[in-house]
C-alpha cells in the first residue's frame, strides 16, 4: 500500500525522504495535526493514530503520522479520530515547555521509533 | 464578634420594581436587603448580614454583559463584602445567565467567595456551572424557602473556610470537575466487584459517565429535490421588523412563525435579527445571510426544489434552554409535517 | 495450572560482605552486583543505593521497578525467554522477597520519568515509597544507542531482580498462596453455576520506551493471545515501557497483577476466572482494528460472560481501549474498563481521547494532570535537574527551598490503569 508521511521531525525526513513521499514541514506538532486534518478533508485515510506514545504534546515537538497516498470519499473514522487527538492535544498545548538541543535530539528518536516499525512493516 | 458582610444581587423582578417591561432597568446598589434578601437575612442572621444589595433588569444585564459588569463589580468593590449572592434564579434564562456571570466575574476578579442558585436546566447552569458554585433549586419561586435555606448554609460553610463536599452531600450542581480522592478499595477490587454486580444485572455506578452523544439518525434522503417542499427554520434569530412578538435577545422562551410568501428578498425594511449573541449589523443590514429566501427562491424558479414553505420558524440560539429547544423543535415538527414539507434548512450563527 | 507463592517478609535492606537472607532483612553484597551489571559492556557505570520507606529520598528518573523473585520448582525460572530459558512457566512454586524491590534509574533520554518520594506528600501516590528498594544508577557506555541504552537497563534490573530471589530460594515461606487455573473444559464443567471471567490485558507497545515484552517477544508483534494467570506471577510479562510515569506498568506491576490477584479472590465464589487474554497497543489502526477484533472474537470463542479490561498509558490507546470494549460487548459480554483521566489541572477537560456509550462500566485511577506539591527530600537518588524535564514539571517548578511543584504524572504507578492504587476522582 502507497503511504504519504506527513512530518515536522528532521529526522525521519533524512531517513525517509528518498524513498517515501514525504510532507515535511518545520512547523509546531499542532501544525502537524491540524495539516493532517486538512489531508483527512480531502479524502486521505489515516493510517497511524496521531496521540502515538505516552510522551505529551506540550513535552515533545516531534510528531510524524501517516495517511494513504491516494484520496478517495471522506474516511469518518479517519476525521473523527483527528479531531478526537486535536481535542486532546489543546488540553496541553497551553503550556508548552521549551528544551535544549540534546533534548530535541531524543525527542526526535522517539518520535521515529514510533513510526518506523510501522514503516518497516509496510514496506 | 462582626458579622460577615454579604452583598445580594437580584433582578428587577424580584426587586419588586417591575416584570418584563422593566428588564432594561440600570444597576442600582441600595442599602440592606431587598426582596428575598430578606429571606437570606433571616437565615443567616447571627453570623452575616447584608449590607447591600444590588438590582439590574435581565434585558440590560444580557444585552449590556461588559458594561453591566464592570458597573456592578465597582459597586462590589466598594462595598468589599465576604461573600457576594446572586439571585436565586430558578428557571429564569436571562436571570441565570446573568447571576452566573455577575458571580464568577465577583469571584475571578475580586477574589470575592460567590455562589448563586437556579433549576438544573436553566442555561446559566451548562454556561458557568465550571465557574462558580449553583446550589440546585426547584423550578419556580415555589422553591424559595428551601433554596434560600440551602443557599445561606452553603454560603457560610464557604466563609467558615469548611471543607466543601460532594455535589450530592452539599446541594450544588455537578460542576464538570474531576477530583481525585482516595478510596479503601483499590481499582481492580472496585473493578471486580463492578462487574460481579453488572453479570447478576444489579445497579452500579460508573466512575466516569461517557460524554452524552445526542445522536440523531437522519432521515432517508430526498430522492427528487424538484418535487420537494423546503421549509427554514433557524435559530439565527430572524424576526420581522421591530421583532413584533418580542423573541428575547437570549435564552428565548419562545418561538415565531412568519410568513414570507410574499418575500423574493429579504431586506433592512422589512426584517431584523433579534439575536443578542453576534453583532447583529450584518444581518440586519440583509436578513438573507442567516436565512437564505433569495436563493431559495431562485432556485424555486429554476425548479432545483419543488417549493419554498410559506412560513419559516425562528429563535434565538443562545442561552436558550436545551428543554426549551427541544419542546419548540416538537412542535414545529407537527405543523411542518401536517404541512407536507420535505425537508427542513436549519440554520443558526 | 497450579502455582504456589511463597512470600518472604522483607522488612530492611543492607549493605554487607556476604549477600544473604536473615530474618526478614535482606543483605546485599554491593561490589557483587556492580559485577553482575557491569557484565554488559554497554554500562560504564552503576552506583548502588539503597532507600527504605519513611526516609526523606527521592528516587529520579525511574525506569523500571522489579520485584526479587525465584522459581524454588515447577518448569522454567523466572523472567522466561529473558533471563531463564524459554519453558513455559506458572507451575510449581515460586518464592517472593515480598517488601524488597530494585528500581533502576538512568539517563535513557534526557527528558526522562518518574519520581519515586519515599516519605512526604508524594509517597501515598507510588506504591514504592512503602518498599525497601535496591537503587541502580546506570551510566551508559560513550556512543551507543538509545536503544541499547535502555535494553542494558532493562536486563540490569532484571538481572539484579534475579539474583536477590536466588537468596530466598531454600528458605520456607512465613506463608503460602496457591493459584490454580483448570484448563478451559474442565472449568467450566468444575465451576458451572457460576458466571465465566476473563482479563483482558492490554500491553504498551509502540517503540522506543514503550514497549513491553512476552516471554521475551516484543509484544508490537503478537496477535491477542491466551496466557495463564500464573506465568504472568512468573514473569512472562516485563516492561520495556517507561512513559507516562503515573500509568505505565513496571514489571513489579505485571509480576503483581493486582486484577489477576482480585479475580482469583472471588474465582469459584462468584465467578469462574478461566484466564487472561493478552493485547497490544499498536500505532498502526488496521493493528488496532485487528487487535480489537480478534480479543473480542477470543472472549466470544471463550464462552465468558463477562471481561475486566485494563488499558496502559496515554492517548491512543484509549481507542484500543474502546474498540475492545465496544466489541466485546457487541458479543453479548459484560464489560468493565480500568482507565485513568487528563482531565486538565483544573479538572474540567475531557478525561478520555475516545469514549463510547457502551463503556457504561468504568474504573478510573485518577487524574493526571492534578497539581501536587512535593517538599524538597534531604537525599536524591538519580539526577534532580531532570525533574524540570518530567512529565508534569514545568519550568521553575522548583522554588528556593527545594519543594517541587509537579502534575501527578511525573510519580510512578500515581494513576496506574491495572487499578493497583485506592486512589479515584469524583465528579465535583
Known sequence: MKVKIITNNPLVYSLYSEDYDIDYQEISYEGILKKTRDYVHKGHELLTHPLSGSVKPNETPFKTLLISSKSKDLNLESLSIIENSIETAEKFLQRQKKYSDDIEKDFMEIDLSLIENVINKLL | ?349 | MKLELGKIEITDIQFSNESRIKGSTLYVNKKEIENLILEDEHIKEVKIDIAKPGESTRITPVKDVVEPRVKVSGDGGIFPGVISKDETVGTGRTHVLKGAAVVTTGKIVGFQEGIIDMSGSGAKYTPFSQTYNLVLSCDKADDIKAHTYERAVRMAGLKTATYLGELARNIEPENIETYETLPLMKSKEEFKGLPSVAYVQMLQSQGLLHDTYVYGVDAKQIIPTLIYPTEIMDGAIISGNCVSACDKNTTYHHQNNCVVHDLYKRHGKDINFIGVIITNENVYLADKERASNWTAKLADFLGVDGVVVSQEGFGNPDTDLIMNCKKIEEKGIDTVIITDEYAGRDGASQSLADADEKANAVITGGNANELITLPPMDKIIGHIDYVNKIAGGFEGNMTEDGSITVELQAIIGATNELGFNKLTAREY
Open chain 2, 1 to 349: 464578634m462582626s458579622k460577615y458582610k454579604i452583598v445580594h444581587y437580584i433582578n428587577q423582578f424580584y426587586a419588586g420594581i417591575g416584570g418584563e417591561d422593566m428588564a432594561n432597568y440600570e444597576p442600582e446598589k441600595r442599602e440592606g436587603f431587598v426582596g428575598p434578601g430578606q429571606a437570606f437575612q433571616g437565615n443567616l442572621k447571627d453570623e452575616a448580614e447584608i449590607t447591600a444589595t444590588i438590582i439590574c433588569g435581565d434585558s440590560y444585564y444580557n444585552e449590556n454583559m461588559e458594561e453591566a459588569k464592570n458597573k456592578i463589580l465597582s459597586m462590589v468593590k466598594e462595598e468589599n463584602p465576604d461573600l457576594f449572592i446572586a439571585g436565586p434564579a430558578f428557571n429564569a434564562g436571562r436571570y441565570g445567565m446573568a447571576c452566573g456571570d455577575i458571580a464568577s466575574s465577583v469571584e475571578k476578579e475580586l477574589g470575592i467567595k460567590s455562589i448563586t442558585g437556579m433549576y438544573i436546566e436553566n442555561p446559566g447552569v451548562d454556561s458557568y456551572k465550571k465557574n462558580i458554585y449553583i446550589i440546585e433549586t426547584k423550578n419556580s419561586a415555589a422553591g424559595m424557602r428551601k433554596a434560600v435555606k440551602s443557599m445561606s448554609k452553603f454560603g457560610l460553610k464557604l466563609l467558615n473556610n469548611e471543607e466543601i463536599l460532594s455535589p450530592s452531600e452539599e446541594g450544588y450542581i455537578k460542576r464538570g470537575l474531576r477530583k481525585n480522592i482516595f478510596v479503601e478499595k483499590r481499582g481492580s477490587e472496585r473493578a471486580v466487584d463492578m462487574l460481579i454486580k453488572k453479570l447478576k444485572k444489579e445497579e452500579f455506578t460508573t466512575e466516569f459517565p461517557m460524554p452524552k452523544f445526542d445522536r440523531v439518525p437522519p432521515s432517508p434522503a430526498i430522492k427528487d429535490m424538484s418535487k420537494a417542499k423546503i421549509a427554514i427554520v433557524t435559530s439565527g434569530g430572524i424576526v420581522p421588523i421591530n421583532n413584533p412578538d418580542h423573541i428575547e435577545a437570549s435564552s428565548a422562551s419562545k418561538y415565531g412563525k412568519y410568513d414570507i410568501s410574499r418575500f423574493k428578498d429579504l431586506t433592512c425594511e422589512d426584517h431584523e435579527t433579534a439575536h443578542g449573541g453576534y453583532d447583529p449589523s450584518y444581518a440586519n443590514e440583509d436578513a438573507d445571510r442567516v436565512i437564505p429566501i433569495d436563493v431559495l427562491r431562485d432556485m424555486e424558479k429554476s425548479n432545483r426544489i419543488g417549493k419554498l414553505h410559506n412560513y419559516f420558524y425562528t429563535t434565538t440560539g443562545n442561552g436558550t434552554a436545551v428543554a426549551n429547544a427541544k419542546a419548540f423543535a416538537a412542535e414545529i415538527a407537527q405543523e411542518l409535517i401536517s404541512d407536507g414539507v420535505d425537508a427542513v434548512i436549519l440554520t443558526s450563527t
